[in-house]
């Protein structure tokens, strides 16, 4: 089983910081694009930057030039860099690894994290 594990959310006042780690373990073979999804109060879950193996990356307009997402992918690990937070970037974050493989002939799976909450207040 593939398990998917969220850290680093907390609470931060506007134009902090904060950085957020997603470590998958389990039986993992390979491990496709990993990405940072959000999921605000009465708003539909969106996703925030995503990154492939090879490490191209790709964000949301709303969090370009703020946010940093990374991987190393000796530890299956994705992280996320939030600078300069905004009150609208209160949400729970979701990690979400595609493609992973528990065996070279199998199938490859899409697997969610718990979530971890980010608030910004003053």
């Known amino acids: 089983q593939v398990q998917l594990v969220e850290s680093g959310g907390g609470l931060v006042q506007p134009g902090g910081s904060l950085r957020l780690s997603c470590a ?16 605000a109060p009465g708003k539909q ?3 925030v930057a995503v990154i492939s193996s090879g490490g191209s990356s790709d964000y949301a307009d709303s969090v370009k ?6 991987r190393d992918n000796a530890k299956n690990t994705v992280y996320l ?9 209160t949400a ?6 595609d493609g992973v493989r528990v065996a070279p002939w199998s199938s490859r799976g899409n697997y969610w994290g718990q979530g971890t909450q980010v608030t910004v207040s003053s």
């Open 24 to 39: 998958a373990s389990g039986s993992i073979v390979s491990l496709g694009a990993m990405g940072w999804f959000r999921q």
């Open 45 to 47: 879950r969106e996703l």
């Open 65 to 70: 030039g703020r946010f940093t997402i990374s």
């Open 81 to 89: 860099q939030m600078n300069s937070l905004k009150f609208e970037d």
């Open 92 to 97: 729970v974050y979701y990690c979400n690894a």
